[in-house]
């Protein structure tokens, strides 16, 4: 039972860490918040941030999966929000791109999926 909770939490660490990157577009800050998940999301976009330099490259889908989760909590509460969060990540990057409706970002075709529509 200790493995698979250390496999666990192991994963849900990897998919913290080097899910998709932040999008400078956006202009909200998660550090408004007074609940402790916008406060992780908001330590994941700066401190953490380099892990994005590192890898060079950001999400391809609209909003980013760190907005995606700022609004999903906000609009539903942390543990809703923690499940659609968990599930955008688990789409990010995948058949999502290929069954969702494109935009222009930037310059950037991204694959658009708000909160609105989930």
Known sequence: MIKITRKLLFIIISCALFS???????????????????????FYRGPLNHLSAVRQSECPMYPSCSEYAVQSIRKYGPLLGWIMTCDRLLRCGRDEL?????????????????????
């Open 98 to 118: 290929n069954i969702s409706p494109t935009i222009l970002i930037d310059g950037k075709w991204k694959c658009y999926d708000p909160v609105e529509k989930n």
């Open 20 to 42: 998709c990157a932040h999008s400078h577009n956006m202009q909200a800050d998660a550090g408004n918040g007074a609940d402790p998940f916008s406060a992780l999301i908001h």
